[in-house]
Structures are given as C-alpha cells and as structure tokens.
C-alpha cells in the first residue's frame, strides 16, 4: 500500500495504504486502524428493481452474485413472451448493472434474472421484478 504524510507545525498524520493513521501532536502518538475494506463480493444472489421505474427512453437493472454464476436476464411481456434478453452467459462474483434501452409501446413488462452458480450446480436463483415504460 501506499503512505500519506500530512504535516503541520508540530502536529503530523501519517495515513498508510493498510488502512491505519498515526497522529502524532507534540510527544504523543495515537494510532487508528481500519477495518480492512470492504470485500467486493456481495453475500447472496439478489435482483433488484430497476431504477427509474417508471421509465423511458432506459432503465438500470442491477443484481448480485456471490459467485461465479450462469446468468441469464430475460426481459418479458405480461403474455410470458420473451422481448428482450439482457445477459446470457458466464459472469464472476460481484455487483453488476445492465442498462436497457428498448425499443417497445408503452405497458408492463417482467424481468427475470436466472443464476446457476458454476461452483456448486445445484445453487440457482430466479427473481422476477415487474416495471412500466411509459412514451
């Protein structure tokens, strides 16, 4: 990691790439640890709800994998007939967003997001959120 030093009269911070900082005023030290970060690895499988909702001309769709996952994102009528497929295929571990824009009338449609994860095959996850595009 990196080191920061920030110095001032008698007064000084050291901030060091770990994650800690030492203030040192004069003769004393105080010394501050970080939690270590944050992992960039979300705990369960979630879909959530699209933002803006409701829409147009797009909207932002965004779901969770903790891990590496067969994913597929089917955009659907409120007939059941597909419209629109988002994401088909592998993805790694993460928080991820698609961006759709279609090119549809105005009405409901239903969003399904379908995950296998690639480690253990009998892990799966489907969600399915309902949204409005008004034109």
Known sequence: ????????????????????AKFTTGASDLIVRGAAPEAAVPA???LHQN????????????YD???RSAVRLTVY???GT????L??????????????????????Y??????ASSESPGTTYQKVFRMLLLK
């Open 110 to 115: 239903l969003y399904r997001l379908e995950a």
């Open 44 to 46: 369960a499988f979630a």
């Open 82 to 85: 597909p419209v629109a497929t």
């Open 65 to 67: 994998l903790p891990v």
């Open 51 to 62: 933002y803006p909702n409701p829409f147009n001309p797009s909207t932002e769709i965004r």
């Open 1 to 20: 990691g990196g080191r920061l030093e920030l110095l001032n009269g008698t007064e000084k911070i050291v901030m060091s790439g770990n994650g800690s």
């Open 87 to 108: 994401v088909d295929g592998e993805q790694e571990p993460g928080y991820h967003s698609v961006t759709w824009r279609p090119e549809l009338s105005s009405g409901v």
């Open 77 to 79: 009528s409120l007939l």
